[in-house]
């Protein structure tokens, strides 16, 4: 593997050691005689921590004496999972550690997993925000990241009974990779008025005023490149209470609790990662999040530019800020604040620099996702946001007002103010208007977002305003880390593991597709990954599955417009069937083991019923004495990253089959067929350009297609369709009571009978098992497979977050590369 040659590494296993016993000894104050699991990874980690620190402060030197331009990436999710692996792959020293920890006494695995994960996202959005961090340090970005430390993650799911439980996640207890900086910290304020006045030049002049303010400090944690010295800075911010006069004049009046319930209220501000991926609520809390978080990042990115003494006109040649989604749009009005408010500038001057400054990427169209945030609440928590925007609303209504007089009717659509009861301030307008650049994540869904929600601000600011990134995933950790034999047998045929940088590099694997030796490996390899996940799925689940069926994966947050609903009616239809057959029959069909796993939102009911519903099929069908290997079903708790990693690698088949239309893009997709399985899915979001690079007789799609979706629910509407009689079949049985308590899933099969199905479930559910039994064909032809698997790997070089990277980095950041150098 990679190995950096610097005054950092670990020449041999005894010079590691000698770095764990140290800090076993002496920063954990632990006896050796005890040291166990967690000890040694403690050790472990806090050995590879010291490494990482050196070149983590020589990048941040370097890079401020190069003064470049820099990215700063808001995201008020990264879903960084585990540290410690990726921080020994990608310095190169993983090899070494494993040596030295065997003389320890301990495998290295069961180190490993002794981390938490850093569980500070949803889903999708989250991780790859944590793929481009992992992409930007490896390419020798200049960047940082922003967000929020929060206490707890993402929720752990515990499945009892068949029905979803929600865990507090609280993963700080032992977190060696972060760094608090208490000297790194921000006043930020809330509440309060605004006083108007005029000076003596005649300008006037707004003032925020007796507000209540909570301090952001800030915590560090340091992002190691792949073969590479850069490593770049994650900073989270934490919330407290500020000790100004306020809390002095109540403590000292005797109002002693009163001053710690201040306390505690302040540090709810980063306490708790929302857990919805969908449903925008419009909880105050979320708000201040949303502002703490902006302001902070703000007032730290303002500070470092100030330091350079540059004029302002060059704020936007210094600072690219890209906005993950709507979440962050507050830092729009903020940074218009500060210049006119704090540095005196002209409204107009600096509004083109805040609009020169950011670029905003949507992730989604689904409109209940959409953030809007009241007025009124607005008005309360920050008044001088709010004159702001409603300022760059009225400067933008004249500005399309000018240019489109004729169209008096759009003035109203475009208006970042919905005028409903309450008013509502439109987030996503609001950020296409202060960016530069909007982006969608994939080539469906940035065609989608221009010919719908963004219509009129295509009309408006003309094409060249929208454009499209594909997502990609970072091939560190989604096929070195996560599938270490199949990275090996790549770079044995590919002379190297240069390919981890370069992954188009993949296409010379297509030279080994009939060579009987690689051939031979890479099955090996998959079936290894199913032997994993078998022994994982015994232990955790206690079902026996056998490695040699069919496993099929669907693993993603839980929502109807992913439609595992689709899957498990699919699972329930192909239940009924082989009880239909003779034994003799039933022996000669494909076995199949059918895996579910993902969260569903804590309030999202019809999500947790579909995870019930897949419980109650799972016992009923693992127990059915007729049915034996033909068919499995397994629910996995708690679906996180770490676990992503050893499932993805354990797929034949994996499952991508949301409405046409309704999913962004999608990574896991990219993640499966990179390690090796094909995927059953709709035509929607990245599974079109998979479909494009790896070849139509790759992937097994299905389904109507997204410019369909409107007239079919419109059909639904008017009660014209027909219910596919396997479908109604299904919903017979669940009916009847097979999977228990009929009434636990009624309200799941009336949404599809009497609801309108706006999901389109029984459009696509003929079209779904036609596809399926295609699979269980195909699969016969073990040779055949394997070509299909192996010709998908050699072609998925397009979805690195290399390439996603460079991409931002010209056409929409205007950012270079700096190159750190090491010290030998
Ligand atoms: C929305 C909301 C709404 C308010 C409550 C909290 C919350 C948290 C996250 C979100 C984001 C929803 C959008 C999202 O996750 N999109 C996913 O982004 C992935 C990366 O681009 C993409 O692959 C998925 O298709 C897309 O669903």
Not at 196 to 210: L, P, R
């Amino acid at each position: 593997a990679w190995r950096k040659y610097s005054a950092q590494e670990f020449k041999t296993k005894d010079e590691f050691d000698a770095e764990v016993v140290k800090h076993i000894e002496t920063t954990l104050a632990r006896s050796l005689f005890n040291c166990d699991e967690a000890a040694a990874y403690a050790g472990t980690a806090l050995a590879f921590r010291d490494r990482l620190i050196i070149e983590w402060n020589r990048t941040q030197q370097q890079q401020t004496n190069a003064d470049p331009k820099r990215v700063y990436y808001l995201s008020l999710e990264f879903l960084m999972g585990r540290a410690l692996d990726n921080a020994m792959l990608n310095t190169g020293m993983k090899d070494i550690a494993s040596e030295g920890l065997k003389d320890l006494g301990f495998r290295m695995e069961d180190v490993i997993s002794q981390e938490r994960d850093a569980a500070l996202g949803n889903g999708g959005l989250g991780r790859l925000a944590a793929c481009f961090l992992d992409s930007l340090a490896t390419l020798n970005y200049p960047a940082w990241g922003y967000a929020l430390r929060y206490r707890y993650g993402i929720f752990k799911q515990e499945i009892i009974d068949g029905y979803q439980v929600e865990i507090p996640d609280y993963w700080l207890d032992f977190n060696p990779w972060e760094f608090p900086r208490h000297d790194v910290t921000v006043d930020v304020q809330f509440y309060g008025n605004v006083r108007k006045y005029t000076d003596d030049s005649g300008k006037q002049i707004s003032v925020w005023e007796n507000g209540e303010i909570v301090t952001a400090v800030a915590y560090d944690a340091p992002i190691p490149g792949y073969g590479t010295k850069t490593t770049n800075n994650l900073r989270l911010w934490s919330s407290k209470a500020s000790h100004g006069e306020f809390d002095f004049t109540k403590f000292n009046s005797g109002e002693y609790e009163a001053s710690v319930a201040d306390q505690q209220r302040a540090e709810t501000i980063s306490a708790v990662l929302y857990p919805n991926d969908s449903l925008e609520r419009g909880k105050e809390l979320r708000l201040k999040q949303q502002y703490f978080w902006c302001a902070a990042s703000l007032f730290d990115i303002v500070r470092r530019f100030k330091k350079s003494k540059k004029a302002w006109k060059e704020f936007p040649n210094q600072v690219a800020i890209q906005l993950n989604d709507t979440h962050p749009t507050l830092a729009i009005p903020e940074l218009q604040r500060i210049l006119i408010d704090q540095e005196g500038l002209e409204w107009d001057e600096a509004w083109s620099i805040v609009q020169k400054t950011f670029g905003y990427t949507n992730h989604t169209v689904l409109p209940e996702a959409l953030e809007k945030w009241s007025v009124p609440l607005i008005q309360h928590l920050l008044p001088r946001h709010l004159q702001i925007i409603y300022d760059i609303n009225l400067n933008f209504l004249q500005y399309v007002e000018r240019n489109f007089p004729k169209e008096r009717d759009m003035l109203s659509r475009v208006s970042i103010i919905e005028e409903s009861q309450p008013k509502m301030v439109r987030m996503a307008y609001l950020a296409v208007i202060g960016s530069h650049k909007v982006n969608g994540v994939a080539e469906l869904h940035s065609d989608l977002i221009k010919t719908t929600i963004f219509k009129d601000f295509v009309k408006i600011y003309g094409p060249d305003k929208f454009t499209n990134v594909t997502n990609g995933i970072t091939p560190r950790r989604w096929l070195h880390q996560a599938n270490p034999r199949l990275s090996e047998l790549i770079a044995s045929k590919l002379g190297g593991y240069d390919f981890l940088r370069d992954l188009t590099q993949l296409h010379k694997l297509e030279s080994y597709v009939d060579d009987k030796e690689f051939r031979k490996e890479f099955q090996e390899i998959k079936y290894a990954n199913k032997v994993r996940l078998a022994k994982y799925i015994k232990e955790a689940n206690g079902i026996s599955v056998n490695p040699s069926s069919l496993f099929d994966i669907q693993v993603k947050r839980m929502h109807e417009y992913k439609r595992q609903q689709l899957n498990i009616f699919g699972v329930i239809h192909r239940y009924l069937e082989l009880k239909d057959m003779s034994p003799e029959d039933r022996k000669k069909v494909q076995p199949r083991v059918s895996i579910f796993g993902g969260k569903a939102a804590p309030g999202y009911w019809m999500a947790k019923t579909v995870i019930h519903l897949i419980n109650q099929v799972s016992k009923v069908v693992n127990s059915d004495k007729d049915i034996g290997d033909a068919l499995k079903v397994v629910f996995l708790e708690d679906y996180n990253v770490s676990k992503a990693e050893m499932i993805t690698p354990a797929s034949d088949i994996s499952e991508h089959i949301s409405t046409a239309g309704t999913e962004a893009s999608g990574t896991s997709n990219m993640k499966f067929v990179l390690n090796g399985g094909l995927i059953i899915g709709t035509c929607d979001g990245a599974n079109i350009e998979i479909t494009r690079e790896v070849g139509e007789d790759n992937i097994f799609l299905f389904g109507n297609l997204s410019e369909d979706v409107e007239d079919l629910r419109h059909h639904h509407f008017y009660g014209d369709f027909q219910l596919d009689p396997s479908l109604d079949r299904v919903f017979k049985t669940i009916r009847e009571g097979a999977f228990g308590d009929a009434g636990q899933f009624s309200a799941l099969v009336n949404s599809i009978v009497d609801h309108g199905d706006y999901y389109l479930v029984s459009d696509d559910f003929k079209s779904y098992l036609d596809t399926q039994k295609l699979i269980d064909e195909a699969y016969k032809n073990q040779e055949e497979w394997l070509t299909k698997t192996i010709t998908s790997v050699a072609r998925m070089g397009f979805f690195s977050s290399d390439r996603c990277i460079d991409e931002y980095a010209e056409m929409i950041w205007n950012v270079e590369p700096v190159k750190v150098q090491g010290q030998e």
